[in-house]
């Protein structure tokens, strides 16, 4: 198993020097009376891997629903390559984004999520090319060829005619990384992947993954509770609480060293 | 002392009915199909309706289906078939029978595919979200295909109720089943034979269908 080395070659920017990629800049959101994120500041760089860890209930998640568009910020903005996610200039001031803009933006990142949520509908190969055919206007050959190629990157080169309740969930997973990384995004957010799967079907996903960020110049934004992966493949570690970083650092210092109380607690409970 | 006339059960009114029945076979089940199409498509429509952006649609649609969904089919009938005319608006009986029972039916169907398309899992709405797929192509490529893979055994069940309301044509002079059946017993007062055969009929399409629709739910819902 080896990374397709082309695999963020043809990127309309690839920004891997290290430039600020994503930026939340006092972003608040709410559901209901509970404040998940509260003016939340923080930002990735490109081409780094990050993983946000926390006590469940700490906004991890939301922070990826956001970036992928599937909620709305109350209040905030969010950044992605410099352009605003959410937001647009007009006349000026900044108002929120039309689905134009946000689609634009959006398809600079990428989602892996806890489901899977493949298309039961459609077949193996049919799942990664639909969204390069439809969206980025690649011909079904072209399409098919780089679906085969990621297959076999993920270790499922056999499998593309199959349907996917005809995989395990390792496999689904698997199949599902590759539906995100066909449409080349800039940035991956991984939700609780391997979450749903069976304890021995974990490693081979983590793997891939594993296989992916040291191989490839894709920024990963992680939420995970598998320590031992996080403390691999990270080059920043997130630690929240009650919708803040209470402390971040690089992978050795959060996991051996903490400076906060809260993440000792933390740790100590998972680890 | 009274005999009755039709005591005894006499196969040569069965066979002099015979032609006339096919006629008649044909005729409903011409009902049933073009019926059912309109019902399939018109519901779809109505289903796709109840979810648009904005109340404007939501509402009247809400209204129109409740209001045919909660009459009458066969006051429907009469009123398409006796009063539209009045209006200018005429069609052959059959023709008004046809969109009548579809158009009644559509809003069966409408809830039947609103039930579906409910049950499709939000992730997968996001997970087209994710990849940017237009709205229309995830209604198309991604949710309706789901949606309606499930539903086809409900429909079928519709299918067959509907089969089973094509005699209401009869009352604007459709000549299906029922109505063949009246007419040949009118002129030879052998009811027992002719409304036998129908009933028999309609039971000899019925049941098959429903058995048919059973097999294709075990093999449709996985």
């Known amino acids: 198993m080896s990374a397709d080395p082309n695999l963020t070659k043809d990127q309309p920017n690839p920004k891997v020097d290290g430039s600020e990629l994503i930026r939340f800049d006092k972003v608040v959101k709410r559901f209901g009376g509970n404040t998940v994120l509260d003016e939340l500041d923080f930002s990735v760089a490109s081409g780094k891997h990050v993983t946000l860890i926390g006590p469940s209930g700490s906004g991890k998640t939301t922070i990826l629903r956001l970036l992928m568009t599937l909620i709305k910020p109350d209040e905030g903005t969010i950044k992605v390559n410099g352009d605003y996610l959410t937001h647009e200039q007009k006349n000026g001031s900044l108002v929120p984004a039309g689905e134009k803009h946000i689609r634009e933006v959006r398809k600079n990142i990428g989602m892996v999520f806890q489901q899977f949520n493949l298309f039961p509908n459609m077949k193996v190969l049919r799942n990664i090319t639909e969204a390069p055919v439809t969206v980025l206007g690649l011909s079904k050959d072209e399409a098919e060829e780089r679906a085969r190629e990621l297959l076999e990157m993920v270790g499922l080169g056999d499998r593309c005619d199959a349907y996917p309740t005809q995989l395990s969930g390792g496999q689904q997973q698997r199949v599902a990384i590759a539906r995100a990384l066909a449409m080349r995004p800039q940035v991956l957010l991984l939700d609780e992947v391997t979450s749903a799967l069976d304890p021995e079907l974990v490693a081979g996903v983590l793997d891939v993954l594993r296989d992916i960020a040291h191989t490839t110049d894709i920024t990963m934004l992680c939420v995970t509770h598998e320590m031992n992966f996080a403390r691999d493949i990270s080059d920043q570690v997130l630690m929240f609480d009650a919708g803040r970083v209470i402390e971040s650092g690089p992978p050795e210092k959060i996991f051996s060293d903490p400076a906060h109380e809260r993440t000792r607690e933390f740790l100590s409970a998972v680890l | ?222």
């Open chain 2, 1 to 222: 002392m009274i005999t009755t006339a039709s005591s005894s059960w006499d196969w040569s009114a069965v066979a002099d009915f015979m032609p006339h029945f096919w006629d008649g076979v044909v005729e409903t089940l011409k009902i049933l199909v073009l019926g059912s199409l309109i019902s399939f498509s018109v519901g779809l429509v109505w289903a796709l309706a109840f979810r648009a952006p904005t109340r404007f649609v939501r509402w009247p649609v809400g209204v129109v289906t409740e209001f045919i969904r909660n009459t009458p089919l066969l006051v429907q009938l009469f009123f398409l078939y006796f009063v539209l005319p009045e209006w200018g608006i005429q069609f052959s009986a059959l023709t008004t029978g046809i969109v009548a029972i579809g158009l009644h039916y559509s809003t069966y169907t409408a809830q039947v595919y609103r039930a579906g398309i409910e049950a499709v899992p939000t992730g997968q709405w996001e997970a087209a979200r994710a990849l940017s797929l237009p709205y229309r192509r995830t209604w198309t490529a991604v949710i309706l295909p789901q949606a309606i893979r499930r539903v086809i055994p409900a429909l079928g069940n519709y299918v067959i109720a509907m089969l089973k309301d094509t005699p209401l044509l009869a009352g604007i002079g459709v000549l299906e089943l029922l109505q063949r059946s009246r007419l040949e017993a009118a002129q030879t007062f052998q009811y027992t034979e002719a409304l036998t055969v129908v009933g028999i009929a309609f039971i000899v399409i019925a049941y098959p269908s429903s058995l048919l629709l059973r097999a294709l739910e075990r093999r449709l819902v996985r």
